[in-house]
């Protein structure tokens, strides 16, 4: 090997992944997303997990209701299986260091690379002269908090992929100009049934909390009685369900019944049609709906809970911090040394 090249360093695996206190968790982010951190942390990975409470107010965020938010997200994770002793859970803005480095990758990061990302051209609009800078830096913001824990794993949905791309093209340039290996390209793991939840409403459209028709999504904080109403009242097609995936090929709704029914019930699409193939949408909606009540409703009993105790829930965050800290601030240290700056 020549000299001054050097060999790649080799990153232990650390998990990381964030969601947006921005109000509503939905069955989306559920089986998206928190459900697989908690088996991630099962499955004994060191394990990371964020209220990205700083890319909330890229958009506007009533103070009151953001605090309200971030405690109740706090109680979701928590209700979801997170561990915060066996997991590290905290809260963005109590981290400093994601927003020191996110203004490093701000300076690596192309204005171009931004312009092209989908939810920059969604969420801006047509009116990007009035969107905040914030908004338009997110991503950068969002490879800050990757790359401060030299995370190597990234749970998400399949709606974060063009972020973890970016995150990595980010992390290869930031290499590339200063001549070293020190940020890992990260892996995003978008795994399961339920990697897109979509709309009970529409197919082609994903579960969002920003639909304005409360009945295209399920809440965590739903109660048994409109689960199933919702569930009930879903829009399906008039044939019965199939025995194979194939026959799920141009029927989003009932597709989209099933993965949920798979991600709930932890088995394989297969395995579920191999059950309910050729039962028509009268028979299964009943089942998905006391599924979903059985697996929903503790965490929504044990969200209420966790949220009359507010004071316990920020000392979990406040330790959490404290835990993120220890890692990432030798991260950043060392990301001011290897770009020049004196300290
Ligand atoms: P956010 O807050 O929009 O969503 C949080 C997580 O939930 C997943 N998700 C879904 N999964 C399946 N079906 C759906 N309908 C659905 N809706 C939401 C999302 O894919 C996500 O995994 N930019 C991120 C937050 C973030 C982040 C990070 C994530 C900030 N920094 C670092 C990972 C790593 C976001 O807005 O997620």
Redesign the pocket.
Known sequence: MSEGVQTSPVFTPRV?????P?GGL?L??Y???MKRFAEMQDHGFETIY?M?DM?AITVWQDPDALRRQTRELAAGYIASGIDPNRSILFNQSQVPEHAQLAWVFNCVARMGWMKRMTQWKDKAGKNQENASLGLFAYPAL?AA??LVYHATH?P?????KQ?LELTRDIAAKFNHDYRTEFFPMTEPVIEGA?????SLRDGSK???KSDPSDASRINLTDDADSIAQKIRKARTDPEALPSEADGLEDRPEARNLVNIYAALAEQSVEDVLRDVGGKPFSEFKPMLADLAVEKLAPISTEMGRLMQAPEEIDAILSSGAERARSIAAPILKRTYDIVGMVG
């Open positions: 990381f992944s964030g969601i947006q921005s939905t989306g982010n089986l998206g997303a964020c990205v890319h969002m908090d990757i990234v998400v949905g399949e709606d974060q972020h339920a990697t897109r939840v979509m994903k579960m969002s």
